[in-house]
């Protein structure tokens, strides 16, 4: 049917991509890996000597083995239950410094 309401797999069956509420262990490995390369760059960029400012805010951040779980796997939001959501619900999450929280959350 063509027109304003034709059937499109929207219309027929919901949302096409669900983000499941939890992230599964593979992306949670996966998301480690992420952390660790990005500590080894951080270091290695340190070993080099080069000094900035953007190194020294990259060095005061928590590495991935001295972050507690709960702040490796969600990140503080003021709008959900509990002001914690899964990383993997903030957009672009893989691209993001989402080491540090708020103290208390």
């Known amino acids: 049917m063509f027109g304003a309401f034709r059937s499109t797999s929207v219309n027929l069956s919901g949302l096409l991509w669900k983000t499941p509420w ?3 262990p593979t992306r949670k490995a996966n998301a ?3 952390l660790k390369k990005v500590d ?6 340190r070993a080099s000597g080069i000094q900035c400012a ?19 796997y969600t ?4 709008t ?11 957009p672009k999450w893989t691209r993001l410094t989402l ?6 959350f």
């Open 32 to 34: 480690r890996a992420r």
């Open 40 to 45: 080894a760059v951080i270091e290695a960029v």
């Open 99 to 104: 080491r540090t929280n708020p103290k208390g």
């Open 75 to 78: 990140t503080f939001s003021p």
């Open 22 to 24: 939890k992230l599964s």
């Open 54 to 72: 953007a190194l020294d805010r990259a060095l005061q951040l928590p590495k991935e083995h001295e972050m507690d779980p709960r702040d490796k």
């Open 80 to 90: 959900s239950r509990g002001y914690r959501k899964g990383i993997h619900k903030v």
